[in-house]
């Protein structure tokens, strides 16, 4: 029987506290769309993409009053490009990320991931034509977004791709300098990149994913920020123990609300249900904010000391309570830290509390890593490319997974403010400090051996 | 032989009662089936249904619940329970939603609410409502037939309490058993059908 706390404390969540499904992300295979003729598989992916999605919206739409639930994106997950379009060069790939874009207008879909390569051990063909159409794409397409995974445990570090990435991302700023390199904000580098991400920009079908399958991205920070300040009002001397309980109890609530919206997404659509994924997603508005959940805790300025620590109780709690309320846990599953979508994280790194090397710390102990930070339009691309091997290396370490989307903007400097607008925020550009000094470094290129404890079979 | 019947006592809440007139059930033979007991703003009321022998009739095992509390104090009612249908309409089948309504109260606030929900066939399976300080709060349990459009139900409701400051919510029940019962586990998750009908993409 249902108890009329628990009624009200779920409707205090949604209406107060702004519990919400982030993303519900369908994942469609797209592999059998490739084809000898480009306009052919073009359209092969247009009828596909529409077939699978055209219902995604309005099934999202119904669910949501039936539960009273708001359902924040509804996006698309599609198989690599680097594969579908493999024959087709870098002009080819351009198509295909047009044709994406057209599937979206049609379905109203806000974004599709997969315009993606994975080189972590070395290139195709294919992945050099996508490599050198990013800058094109993600200046001349608005929803597709792309992602390379160029390391992983297994494999070590593509030392060539992440210097070829460093390069790319300058090539990106600069065709959307009118957009103070906004396309770089929709390219995500990684270590270990998942196959059953459903948040962006980096979401992609993986080899070993279902033909059409929805996969989950639960609510944002808002809820167990409240959940937190309730508790300490209620009682002001709670330990950090106690505070960990709070949040895997809050987590549990909001993991499956999204299981429950997800299974009867996929049921209404004829889809396998895939994963939730837990990761705490902020949003620019205030109340939403990973950072906010870190000062609740008790760091007054984001970025001192105990910083660490803090996100590593959060990250770890919200695991626990969401691998307790679904067996389907997957994709990134950690707190995000991206500074320019997070009005605190903002805020401490305009302060100057929060550095790009504190941040860095920050990604070994959550998800996903050097987030939507803003640097000077003129850092070089052998230092971002020393900045992408930094953090690839903690995923590969770690066995973990690891990731840069950070937007040279070109013409600004350290200090300045940028603002990419909605969901992507805006902040204050990041000092990179020392450019330059790891050249020889980077420019030796090669691959970092894998780890030891890589070798496990 | 026995026959069921239905009893129902309403009375000022006090320690004991229950054990009153179950033991007054039990002393005349009677055998309880079911039972469902509230208190109200400290009144105590119980509904329940006992089989009791064919020779005890309703008029005396009113008389026997009756006198296991003090003199006048309870007010019972014991009726035959009849067999086979009930004299009712047809039940709606459908989606179970819980609607809560708060605002400021106003007399025949829940007659509107229930005419309402009676016009689209909606019944209500369990309601609670109280007042404080001029405010009220309404929280039950809907049967909502399959064809009716939750959001229209949700604005037409939302409607019968103009007062600005008025909050209505009507969501599916699952997405609080899903937040509140450890060992929820989604229909779908258990229907065979799921895996043998997902090839329609």
Redesign the interface.
């Known amino acids: 029987m ?3 706390e ?6 205090r ?3 107060q506290e702004h519990l919400d499904v982030r993303t519900v992300t369908l994942g469609v295979n797209i592999l059998d769309c490739a084809s000898p003729d480009i306009t052919q598989a073009c359209e092969k992916v247009r009828q596909k993409l529409r ?2 999605a055209m219902r995604l919206v309005p099934v999202c739409d119904d669910l949501s ?5 708001p359902i924040v994106n509804k996006r698309l997950a599609v198989s690599p490009l680097s594969a579908v379009g493999a024959a087709h060069g870098e002009a080819g790939l351009l198509q295909l990320a047009r044709a994406l874009d057209a599937a979206c207008e049609e379905t109203r879909i806000d974004l599709v991931g997969g315009f993606t390569a994975l080189v972590q051990k070395g290139f195709t063909e294919g992945d050099h034509a996508l490599l050198r159409s990013l800058p094109r794409v993600l200046a001349e397409t608005q929803h597709v977004c792309a992602s390379v995974n160029v390391a992983s445990t297994k494999a070590g570090i593509n030392m060539d791709a992440v210097l070829l990435m460093g390069e790319l991302l300058r090539e990106i700023a600069h065709a959307t300098a009118a957009q103070d390199g906004f396309g770089c904000a929709k390219l995500v580098i990684f270590a270990n990149i998942p196959e059953d991400n459903p948040f962006m920009a980096g979401a992609y079908l993986g080899a070993g994913e279902p ?2 399958v929805v996969n989950i991205g639960v609510s944002g920070p808002g809820v167990i920020r409240r959940a937190l300040e309730r508790a300490l009002q209620a009682h002001q001397q709670l330990d950090l123990g106690a505070i960990a309980e709070e949040i895997k109890t809050t987590a549990f ?1 909001v993991t ?2 999204g ?2 919206i997800g ?2 997404v ?2 209404a ?5 895939g994963i939730v994924d837990l990761s705490l997603a902020p949003t620019p508005t205030p109340g939403d904010s990973v950072g906010e959940i870190l000062q609740v805790m008790g760091i007054a300025a984001i970025g001192a000391p105990g910083t660490t620590a803090a996100l590593a109780l959060l990250n770890d709690a919200v695991k626990k309570g969401g691998l307790f309320a679904s067996s389907s846990v997957g994709g990134l599953s950690g707190a995000f830290i991206p500074v320019s979508e997070d009005s605190a994280l903002g805020a401490a790194a305009a302060a100057g509390h929060l550095s790009l090397e504190k941040l860095e710390a920050m990604t070994s102990v959550c998800s996903v890593g050097l987030d939507m930070i803003a640097v000077p339009g003129d850092t070089d691309a052998r230092t971002l490319a020393a900045l992408i091997a930094d953090e690839m290396a903690i995923g590969v370490m770690n066995n973990k997974t690891t990731a840069v989307r950070i937007i040279p903007v070109p013409g600004k400097r350290a200090g300045e403010r940028v603002s990419f607008g909605g969901l992507f925020g805006g902040s204050t550009i990041m000092p990179v400090r020392e450019c330059g000094a790891a050249r020889a470094f980077v420019e030796r290129g090669g691959r970092i051996p894998a780890p030891l404890h890589s070798l496990t079979n | 032989m026995s026959q069921e019947v239905v009893i129902s006592v309403l009375t000022p809440d006090r320690v004991g009662l229950i054990a009153g007139v179950t033991q007054a059930i039990y002393a005349a033979g009677g055998n309880i089936c079911a039972i469902s007991q509230t208190v109200l703003q400290g009144y105590f009321t119980i509904i329940l249904i006992a089989a009791v022998p064919d020779e005890c009739t309703p008029e005396q095992l009113q008389k026997a619940v009756e006198a296991s509390g003090r003199a006048g104090e309870l007010s019972v009612l014991v009726r035959p329970r009849r067999r086979g249908a009930l004299p009712m309409g047809p039940m709606p089948s459908g989606d179970r939603f819980v609607l809560t309504m708060s605002g400021r109260d106003q007399p025949g606030l829940l007659a509107r609410i229930a005419a309402y929900l009676a016009s689209r066939g909606i019944n209500i399976e369990d309601l609670a409502a109280h007042t404080d300080g001029g405010r009220f709060l309404l929280m039950g349990e809907l049967t909502l037939p399959a064809r009716e459009d939750v959001r229209q139900v949700y604005i037409d409701l939302e409607a019968l309490v103009p007062t600005p400051d008025a909050v209505v919510t009507l969501q599916h029940i699952n997405v609080f058993v899903a937040t509140t019962e450890i060992g929820f586990r989604h229909r779908s998750v258990l229907s065979p059908r799921a895996c043998s009908e997902r090839k329609t993409y």
């Open positions: 249902l108890r009329t628990d009624i009200l404390s779920t409707i969540m949604v209406r077939r699978c009053a039936k539960y009273g639930i033909e059409c609530r499956r609300v299981e429950l299974r009867e996929a049921e659509l004829g889809a396998e249900f």
